[in-house]
Structure formats: C-alpha cells, structure tokens
C-alpha cells in the first residue's frame, strides 16, 4: 500500500494568492472596549466596576499584517478626579491590547469623555456650601 504525504503548506502556491487573515472592525471594537473598561478599573480607588466605554474604529489596510487603527473611545469617568490620568491610561491600555491581540499597529487612541458620574453614594458626606 502507497503513503500518501500532504504538500507542504503553500507549496506551489504563489504568496499573493494564499489567502489572508482579516481581523472584523467589531473585533477590534470589542478588545478596545474592554481594555479601556480595564484601565478605568485599576484606576478607580475604590474599585468600582461599572466602568463603561464605547469604541469606534477606522482602519487602513497597510502593513503590518493586519493593518493600521484609529480608534475613538468614548468613557465616563467619576468626578471629581484626575480626568487627564485616566483617560492617557485608558489611551495607553487600549493601544497595548489592540497591538498584543489583533496584531494592528495604533495610529491614534482619541479619548472622549462622554459623562462625568458622581462619587459613590457613601463618599457624600459633605454637604455643597452655597
């Protein structure tokens, strides 16, 4: 009995006609919203988990492989806090995860600040003076 053995993978094949992998905008919209809701997390001081951000993508088809992201983020934060901390923490999370998992190359991290929420029910103690 003859053994067949499997071509080597692309043999034969010329590189532009193999085929590609292509990571759907909604992916990388998902990554980037839980990264963001991640960093907001590990910045709240009193761990708060209702963290909430929503992302758009716009992407080029350039290399690396799987193209170029501008991503727009939209968090709310509570207030009052340092706003320009979290949101270059958030800036930096986003970037990191969408690199590491969608293997995209960030061009710009756009972080805009949707609502401001107050503090949790028990740190209203003080009264607002008029």
Do not use: W
Not at 15 to 39: C, F, L, Q, S, Y
Not at 63 to 78: D, S
Not at 83 to 92: D, I, Q
Request: one cysteine or more; hydrophobic letters at 40%.
């Amino acid at each position: 009995m003859a053994t067949v053995t499997p071509p080597a993978a692309g043999a034969g094949v010329p590189e532009g006609e193999r085929g590609a992998t292509r990571i759907a905008d909604r992916v990388v919209a998902k990554i980037a919203a839980r990264a963001a809701r991640e960093a907001l997390r590990t910045a709240s001081p009193d761990g708060r988990t209702d963290a909430h951000a929503t992302v758009t993508v716009a992407r080029r088809e350039v290399r690396p492989p799987f193209g170029e992201a501008r991503l727009r983020v939209a968090v709310e934060l509570v207030y009052p806090g340092p706003l320009g901390t979290h949101c270059g923490l958030v800036r930096r999370r986003v970037t990191e995860k969408v690199r590491a998992l969608a293997g995209m190359t960030v061009a710009e991290v756009a972080v805009q600040v949707e609502r401001l929420n107050g503090p949790p029910a028990g740190d209203r103690g003080r009264e607002r003076v008029r």
